[in-house]
């Protein structure tokens, strides 16, 4: 799990110019398309079976690059 905060503090996105908020709506349009599920308070924001295929897949093409 991991919650917003944290993610907001890799340098990778905050070097991109990600804030806070562009990183809550990118969360929630990959919670709707079911990649990850997000909970209030500590429970943060995991990914699921989806999410994890999805971004293996994606690793690979860009480990070919």
């Given at each position: 799990?991991?919650?917003r905060?944290?993610?907001?503090?890799?340098?990778?996105?905050?070097?991109?110019?990600?804030?806070?908020?562009?990183?809550?709506?990118?969360?929630?349009?990959?919670?709707?398309?079911?990649?990850?599920?997000?909970?209030?308070?500590?429970?943060?924001?995991?990914?699921?079976?989806?999410?994890?295929?999805?971004?293996?897949?994606?690793?690979?093409?860009?480990?070919?690059?």
């Amino acid at each position: 799990t991991a919650g917003r905060r944290s993610l907001g503090e890799e340098p990778a996105l905050k070097e991109g110019g990600c804030t806070e908020a562009k990183l809550r709506g990118i969360l929630r349009e990959l919670e709707q398309f079911g990649m990850l599920e997000m909970s209030r308070g500590r429970g943060g924001t995991v990914l699921t079976p989806r999410g994890r295929e999805t971004a293996e897949m994606l690793k690979g093409y860009l480990e070919t690059q």
